[in-house]
């Protein structure tokens, strides 16, 4: 069955460095993975999208990147700051534009 | 706000009740995805809706149903419910075109 795996329940990093998360998948072939943020108590917030296709992504600090290969996603947060502690989730989807989502890393940025 | 709207945002009940959860999309979406959320399995895919119509389901029990409303307003119905059914509820909603999922607040749903 479909599998997707992000290593690192938790992270914790400093202030202004770069967190890195990753997503692995199994047993599936996505035409699209995205990135969520997620607060306690609080809906899943969109990030970033990228096509099977397409190798990396920017949007401001963050990149991800998409090795189809290795089924592999990274996510970056480049300085990092304490308001980007959350939960962040890996989500896959084929065609149909369903999700599968990931149990999600909860990162946490120490000032 | 993030334009989802979810109704109620908590909500307590008894072992072997039903309960109503709602939800309205975004202005212009016409998809509707509901998910549960508990602390043990993560973000579960429940069911899809579009433009009034259910167009794919995961892992949906019997004892839920879902539909959506020619307003586009959505509908999960829960019966019998258990001790286990205990989670957040969330819907999302998807542009025509987009990919990225909206989500709304969710419903905090407790059985005692």
């Known amino acids: 069955s479909q599998k997707i795996e992000q290593n690192s329940e938790a992270l914790n990093i400093q202030e202004g460095k770069t967190a890195t998360l990753t997503c692995n998948y199994t047993n599936y072939s996505p035409a699209y993975l995205q990135w969520y943020r997620q607060d306690p108590g609080r809906g899943p917030v969109f990030l970033l999208l990228i096509r099977e296709n397409e190798k990396e992504k920017r949007k401001e600090r963050l990149k991800v990147t998409f090795d189809t290969t290795l089924k592999q996603s990274l996510f970056h947060i480049t300085a990092s700051q304490p308001a980007d502690s959350a939960t962040y989730l890996c989500?896959?989807?084929?065609?149909?534009?369903?999700?599968?989502f990931g149990s999600g890393t909860q990162l946490t940025v120490l000032p | 706000d993030s334009g989802v709207t979810q109704t109620p945002k908590h909500l307590i009940t008894a072992t072997g009740q039903r309960v109503t959860l709602r939800c309205s999309p975004r202005s212009g979406d016409l998809s509707v995805y509901w998910y549960q959320q508990s602390l043990d399995q993560g973000l579960q895919f429940l069911i899809q809706?579009?433009?009034?119509?259910?167009?794919a389901k995961g892992n949906i029990l019997e004892r839920f149903s879902a539909q959506q409303f020619p307003d586009l307003h959505s509908e999960l119905n829960l019966s019998s419910l258990e001790l286990g059914d205990s989670a957040l509820y969330f819907c999302?909603?998807?542009?025509?075109?987009?990919?990225?999922?909206?989500f709304g607040s969710g419903t905090r749903l407790t059985v005692v």
């Open positions: 809706y579009y433009n009034g119509e259910e167009r």
């Open positions: 989500a896959v989807s084929g065609s149909a534009r369903q999700l599968t």
């Open positions: 999302a909603s998807v542009a025509p075109y987009g990919y990225g999922y909206t």
